[in-house]
């Protein structure tokens, strides 16, 4: 079963503007480094934001204009698990943020999986 | 950038009801459109691909079409699972979601 689960840093979803954070999605149950994946991010109550995107082999790399210069994606193909540095933070940025799984193992930007979600709130 | 608009923003039905929504792009995207449902505190989940494939375990009550700039999603007969929100996302270009339609049971 393909299975997807993020989590966020030691000292939890919660931080001040201005300051970082890295969250992680620990996959299971496919080949991890045959698939692209991304982040997509949902602020409570609202619609869906994709946020950016990985190729499999972690050589390429895309964001959203909301995130470009702050954010950064990458992957550990040999410990199944995508990343997301976030620094900068905004008030803005809080949100569920989803780890999604490509569906063909190109960038063809169909997810076919998604993780339960973690929340990230910004906030002073 | 692409834009993506659904409509109706909300929808209110019955079950048994036979509904249709619509997604408008601001630009041609061919077939690249997707549809999701998300039910509340959940994940989204892919129902429809490129326009009209319906994905694996999907019930055949549901119908994507369309193609261009305009696409549609059919619920033949709504079962009582079926009252979620719905997204469309278009894959033609960095991809962009709808603001959702909200299926409401009447």
């Known amino acids: 079963e393909v299975q997807l689960l993020e989590s966020v840093g030691v000292w939890g979803g919660l931080v001040q503007p201005g300051e970082s954070l890295r969250l992680s999605c620990a996959a299971s149950g496919f080949t991890f480094s045959s698939y692209a994946m991304s982040w997509v991010r949902q602020i409570p109550g609202e619609g869906l934001e994709w946020v950016s995107a990985i190729s499999a082999s972690g050589g390429n790399t895309n964001y959203a204009d909301s995130v470009k210069g702050r954010f950064t994606i990458s992957r550990d193909n040999s410990k199944n698990t995508l990343y997301l540095q976030m620094s900068s933070l905004r008030v803005e940025d809080t949100a569920v943020y989803y780890c999604?799984?490509?569906?063909?193992?190109?960038?063809?930007?169909?997810?076919?999986?998604w993780g339960p979600g973690t929340l990230v709130t910004v906030s002073s | 950038d692409i834009q993506m608009t659904q409509s109706p923003s909300s929808l209110s039905a019955s079950v048994g009801d036979g509904v249709t929504m619509t997604c408008r792009a601001s630009q041609s995207i061919s077939s690249f459109l997707n549809w999701y449902q998300q039910k509340p505190g959940k994940a989204p989940k892919l129902l429809i691909s490129?326009?009209?494939s319906l994905q694996s375990g999907v019930p055949s009550r549901f119908r994507g079409s369309g193609s261009g700039t305009e696409f549609t999603l059919t619920i033949s007969s709504l079962h009582p699972e079926d009252f979620a929100t719905y997204y469309c996302q278009q894959s033609y270009s960095i991809p962009a979601f709808g603001q959702g339609t909200k299926l409401e049971i009447k």
């Open positions: 999604a799984k490509d569906h063909y193992g190109s960038g063809s930007y169909i997810f076919d999986c």
């Open positions: 490129a326009a009209s």
